[in-house]
């Protein structure tokens, strides 16, 4: 039940991912309609037996105001997935501003990259340049879609559909 479910606006445009619970919930009370099942799970009651969902289409279209990803500490390191942008080490890793703060730089997400302590530490207090490190990926700020793609896993390529990473989006009546 540590699954996560995509959630479809009405007009079928991905706005976020919630739990098995609560995607349960809304299909239960008619709030939204199960437009993907997942493979092989169930929800079992004392007398009757659901599927999970695993895409969910809203009832009503919801108005989402769009305020970005949150810049954090979590979410940059995401965006970076989980490696140092300079050697790609996954182990005790911290966040590096290009441009060091004490020469001006911003808390930014294009001045913000995960790096490993050791790179870190030799960077210091210059730019990447100056240290003679090259970066893997030039730090941007992600979008909802990149960073609803970080979910996608085995047991739910279901989603690539809807978040535009192969093939056109399916109407309700071809989900049935």
């Known amino acids: 039940m540590k699954d996560k479910v995509l959630i479809l606006n009405q007009d079928f445009s991905a706005i976020a991912i919630c739990s098995v619970q609560r995607a349960f919930l ?10 993907s099942k997942a493979d092989g799970h169930f929800l079992h009651t004392v ?17 989402v105001p769009y305020y970005g990803i949150a810049l954090s500490r979590h979410n940059v390191m995401r965006r970076d997935n989980y490696s140092c942008q300079y050697c790609g080490a996954v182990k005790n890793l911290t966040l590096d501003h290009l441009l060091p703060r004490s020469r001006g730089g911003e808390t930014a997400w294009q001045n913000l990259v995960t790096a490993c302590s050791r790179c870190n530490s030799r960077k210091g207090d210059r730019t990447p340049e100056e240290a003679g490190l090259k ?15 970080l979910h996608l896993t085995p047991s739910n390529q279901d989603w690539s559909v809807y978040l535009g990473l192969k093939g056109e989006k399916m109407s309700s009546t071809d989900a049935s």
């Open 26 to 35: 809304l299909v239960y009370l008619d709030k939204a309609e199960m437009i």
């Open 47 to 63: 007398s009757t037996v659901y599927p999970i969902p695993s895409v969910i289409r809203l009832q009503r279209y919801v108005r």
């Open 135 to 149: 970066l893997k990926n030039q730090p941007r700020r992600p979008s909802l879609l990149n960073f609803l793609q």
